[in-house]
């Protein structure tokens, strides 16, 4: 790690690393390579630049649209909302149309990139046919490296990584490679302990940080099951819902009597693809274990997590993009994204593919022969 104080801390972010998943490729942004790490406004607008650019050149290099075809402009970042906010930076940069309707979202963690799925359905539901949405998604590093001792606070330096992803949503189904299908949105802020999981404070030294709960994949778990109690009767099929129906009335009918367990329904009868985000080895571990997914359908979460690290809120997009690249994604297959972020919020969107790609581009490019990797087994304690 390029700036801790103390060897006690250098020691935890060994072994934190260790047993993170997360491998040697992942990528830090510039302003982390200095000693102490460079913090300025500067150097995170020119990360800033350096990814979000990078992704709408991508997103428009994949689609037959220019920025003249732009009507709502969607940008994501958590952490770090300069003025100009970055959703002026990207018209300034690609000049687009002075009637597009631009927002920008901030605070919302690894969240934020579904949250901005969610509002672009809504906008496109109400809009005229042919309606072009830019999303970018990405969270900026270089003002937010934490420089102090606590150990939760020292978390997201070992997980965050540089990233950003961009899409175009369109109500008209022309050149469309996926049809976006149920978006279910849970915030738990309600609960003090939920609302407090990720939490951006200053600890006891004056040193600004994210503070992560030791509870994050407890926290995550909980927020899922709500989730899926709203997301769950929209996607299975009838058959899996009579099944759920079936066991509740049992426990209800035996009560008492006999321990009767709730039928988990079997989610790979809605969906052949699972996009996890790729917050941590424990999160990824909680969503497997609480919908019984198998090592192959979290495979493009935890290889995502190893080649990229935590790149927050765009972190189902690579997974997305590592399914692609992996020539897996057929027409007609059903993922399910699902995401977390701060506050505490889960979200869940379906897709269905409409037409698979024809090659491999992306950030996958250069390494997809690679993968799978095989990750080691490890204790849980740091």
């Known amino acids: ?20 998943g997360l491998g040697d490729e992942t990528c830090v942004p510039d302003a982390y390579h200095y000693m102490p790490p460079d913090r300025s406004l500067r150097a995170s607008r020119d990360e800033t630049e350096l990814v979000i650019f990078s992704a709408v050149d991508d997103a428009f290099a994949r689609s037959a649209l220019g920025p003249d075809d732009i009507d709502v402009l969607i940008v994501n970042c958590s952490i770090f909302t300069p003025t ?81 992803a961009a899409m175009i949503l369109s109500n008209s189904p022309e050149h469309a490679r996926y049809r976006l299908g149920r978006v279910v949105r849970t915030v738990t802020a309600a609960r003090d302990t939920d609302y407090r999981c990720v939490f951006q404070e200053e600890d006891d030294k004056g040193n600004t940080g994210i503070r992560l709960s ?15 109690a709203a997301f769950g009767p929209l996607v299975l099929p009838a058959s899996e819902q009579l099944l759920v129906a079936a066991s509740f009335l049992k426990r209800k009918l035996l009560s008492g009597r006999a321990k009767v367990r709730l039928y988990r329904p079997d989610f790979r009868t809605a969906f052949e693809h699972f996009c996890i985000h790729a917050g941590g080895r424990g999160v990824i571990d909680e969503v497997q274990h609480g919908l019984g997914l198998s090592d192959d359908d979290v495979e493009a979460s935890r290889m995502t997590l190893h080649r990229f690290g935590n790149t927050s809120s765009s972190s189902v997009l690579y997974e ?4 692609e690249a992996k020539g897996r994604m057929k027409k007609g297959d059903r993922v399910w994204m699902i995401s977390f972020g701060a506050g505490f919020d889960c979200n869940s969107v379906a897709w269905e593919c409409v037409k698979p790609p024809a090659d491999a581009d992306g950030p996958w490019l250069d390494c997809i022969h690679r993968y799978p990797v095989d990750l080691p087994e490890v204790a849980k304690d740091v």
């Open 320 to 323: 997305l993009a590592y399914l």
């Open 214 to 228: 030791k509870d994050l994949a407890a926290t995550a778990g909980h927020a899922l099951k709500s989730n899926i």
């Open 1 to 20: 790690m390029p700036y801790l104080v103390d060897e006690e801390s250098v020691a935890f972010a060994i072994r934190l690393l260790e047993r993170s």
């Open 84 to 164: 100009p906010v970055f959703a002026d930076m990207v018209v300034n940069r690609y000049k687009l149309r002075a009637e597009v309707q631009n927002v920008n979202l901030s605070g919302m963690g690894c969240s934020a990139g579904l949250v901005s799925v969610g509002l672009a359905k809504n906008l496109l539901q109400v809009a005229p046919p042919g309606t072009n949405v830019l999303i970018v998604s990405t969270e900026i590093l270089s003002s937010q490296y934490y420089v102090g001792t606590e150990r939760a606070m020292l978390l997201p330096n070992c997980l965050f990584r540089m990233g950003a």
